[in-house]
């Protein structure tokens, strides 16, 4: 075979690309695909305790059973007969088994400035519950809090309240696998580079591994947006926190106050808000780091008319969200998971059986009208995989519909996992 380029061209190519390779392989290691909650629920810190996951488990049942049932929701909020009959009992089992995925034990603006003294005793409390939580194998797949954000006038205050609830926790026993902490309205990569500080020297503390906590930063600043000096901030922070950011999570009215948005238009929909998280969707993408979006403070209460306009808001806007690939977003109150699972079931299994139609075709060569790339197939999949993992699906389903077992599922979804597991 005819051939120009020599041994030493080939390796001069390599030697230029080098630092490019290493870029890749450290800062865009695609998702590790691991389970991702659907959900945040934000709840005071003072009123935290180990059968709060429960409580509002009951309390969604309760608030449906008012309005005729799941199914009877189901045929409100829009959905077909059929597809009400599958999802219906799957969200009365979500409701009594794992009504809450993420809890978010605030100490921000949920808590408020109720002096130190109550704010240290209610940090210890929250960590002692959660503790109790983890021994008795209650405690929701994710936890952690929102301590008070780093801007000088609350910095110490969060400080010290991270530093008493994670010291606490740690005295307990093992942390929490699913463990995340929030660092609120941030505004500068200074304050997340601080934060990793602040991890470090409490693993050093603690005798924790290294890289044990990571937390999450939240959007709600137009400064992580456009900086002073016209660059994308939350672009830069991903890659300055030594691998402990584990998603960004939209702030709905933070953001939309500091752009003097009217109180009536402040909305998970505005333009201004879609055009804040598509930035970060381009930041985070390919570096493992996870999207939420915000929340609205439309509550499904009062009269039945009034409920049922705020489930049909809420049910609309978790599906909007999905559809622009956001597939987490916050809940702040009970009667608002009825419709988060609702909502996230129907799209999942409204788009399972095309999804898994074009896998089957992929995989096994089917000439049927469609061509789908490696790229497009590997969308097919992660879709899937989301179903399945937050229960939308079961493997059974997956297998008959798809011809593939779960972990060529994900090894389909994940092919970067796949050659560092084979290398």
């Given at each position: 075979?005819?051939?120009?380029?020599?041994?030493?061209?080939?390796?001069?190519v390599d030697?230029?690309?080098?630092?490019?390779?290493?870029?890749?392989?450290?800062?865009?290691?695609?998702?590790?695909?691991s389970?991702?909650?659907?959900?945040?629920?934000?709840?005071?810190?003072?009123?935290?305790?180990?059968?709060?996951?429960?409580?509002?488990?009951?309390d969604?049942?309760?608030?449906v059973a008012?309005?005729g049932?799941?199914?009877?929701?189901?045929e409100?909020?829009?959905l077909d007969?059929?597809?009400?009959?599958?999802?219906?009992?799957?969200?009365?089992?979500k409701?009594?088994?794992?009504?809450?995925?993420d809890?978010?034990?605030?100490?921000?603006?949920g808590?408020?400035?109720?002096g130190?003294d109550a704010?240290?005793?209610?940090?210890?409390?929250?960590?002692?519950?959660?503790?109790t939580a983890?021994?008795?194998g209650?405690?929701?797949?994710?936890i952690?809090?929102?301590?008070k954000?780093?801007?000088?006038?609350?910095?110490?205050?969060?400080l010290?309240?991270l530093?008493?609830?994670?010291?606490?926790?740690?005295?307990?026993?093992?942390?929490?696998?699913?463990l995340?902490?929030?660092?609120?309205?941030?505004?500068?990569v200074?304050?997340?580079?601080?934060?990793?500080?602040?991890?470090?020297?409490?693993?050093?503390?603690?005798?924790l591994?290294k890289?044990?906590?990571?937390?999450?930063?939240?959007?709600?600043?137009?400064?992580?947006?456009?900086?002073?000096d016209?660059?994308?901030?939350?672009?830069?922070?991903?890659?300055r926190?030594?691998?402990?950011?584990?998603?960004?999570?939209?702030?709905?009215?933070?953001?939309?106050?500091?752009?003097?948005?009217?109180?009536?238009y402040?909305?998970?929909?505005h333009p201004?808000?879609d055009?804040?998280?598509?930035?970060?969707?381009?930041?985070?993408a390919e570096?493992?780091v996870?999207?939420?979006?915000?929340?609205?403070?439309?509550?499904p209460?009062?009269?039945?008319?009034a409920?049922?306009?705020?489930?049909k808001?809420h049910?609309?806007l978790?599906?909007r969200?999905l559809e622009?690939?956001?597939?987490q977003?916050?809940d702040l109150?009970?009667?608002?998971?009825?419709?988060?699972f609702?909502?996230?079931?129907?799209f999942?299994?409204?788009?399972?059986?095309?999804?898994?139609?074009?896998?089957?075709?992929?995989?096994?060569?089917t000439?049927?009208?469609?061509?789908?790339e490696?790229a497009t197939?590997?969308?097919?999949?992660?879709?899937?995989a989301r179903?399945?993992?937050?229960?939308?699906?079961?493997?059974?389903?997956?297998?008959?519909?798809?011809?593939i077992?779960t972990?060529?599922?994900?090894?389909l979804?994940h092919?970067k996992?796949?050659?560092?597991?084979?290398a």
């Open positions: 075979m005819a051939s120009s380029l020599t041994d030493n061209d080939v390796a001069r030697a230029r690309l080098e630092q490019t390779d290493e870029l890749l392989e450290r800062a865009y290691p695609g998702d590790d695909g389970r991702q909650p659907i959900h945040t629920v934000y709840v005071p810190g003072h009123r935290y305790e180990p059968g709060l996951p429960a409580q509002w488990g009951a969604a049942a309760e608030a008012a309005a049932g799941t199914a009877a929701l189901c409100k909020l829009g007969p059929l597809l009400t009959e599958e999802i219906a009992p799957l969200v009365d089992a409701l009594a088994s794992e009504p809450i995925e809890l978010r034990i605030d100490f921000e603006d808590f408020g400035d109720q130190d704010e240290d005793a209610a940090a210890v409390a929250a960590a002692e519950h959660v503790a983890v021994a008795e209650t405690v929701t797949p994710f952690g809090i929102r301590f954000c780093f801007e000088k006038a609350t910095r110490h205050r969060g010290a309240t530093d008493r609830f994670v010291s606490t926790l740690a005295e307990a026993g093992p942390l929490p696998e699913g995340i902490l929030t660092l609120p309205k941030v505004t500068t200074d304050q997340v580079e601080a934060m990793v500080g602040v991890c470090e020297r409490l693993e050093d503390a603690l005798g591994e890289g044990r906590l990571r937390f999450e930063v939240q959007m709600e600043t137009p400064q992580l947006i456009l900086a002073a016209g660059t994308v901030p939350v672009a830069q922070l991903l890659h926190a030594d691998g402990r950011i584990t998603s960004l999570h939209y702030g709905t009215y933070d953001y939309s106050a500091a752009l003097q948005i009217a109180a009536e402040q909305s998970m929909e201004a808000a055009y804040a998280k598509q930035v970060m969707q381009v930041a985070v570096t493992g996870r999207l939420s979006d915000g929340s609205t403070n439309i509550i209460v009062g009269s039945p008319e409920a049922l306009d705020a489930w808001l049910a609309r978790v599906r969200s622009r690939g956001y597939y977003g916050w109150h009970a009667a608002q998971l009825p419709t988060r609702i909502a996230s079931y129907a999942y299994r409204q788009g399972f059986a095309a999804a898994a139609s074009r896998l089957d075709n992929y995989l096994h060569h000439d049927a009208g469609i061509m789908d490696p197939a590997r969308a097919l999949a992660r879709f899937v179903g399945l993992q937050c229960g939308a699906v079961t493997e059974a389903e997956i297998t008959d519909a798809a011809g077992s972990r060529e599922l994900m090894q979804a092919p996992l796949t050659l560092k597991e084979n």
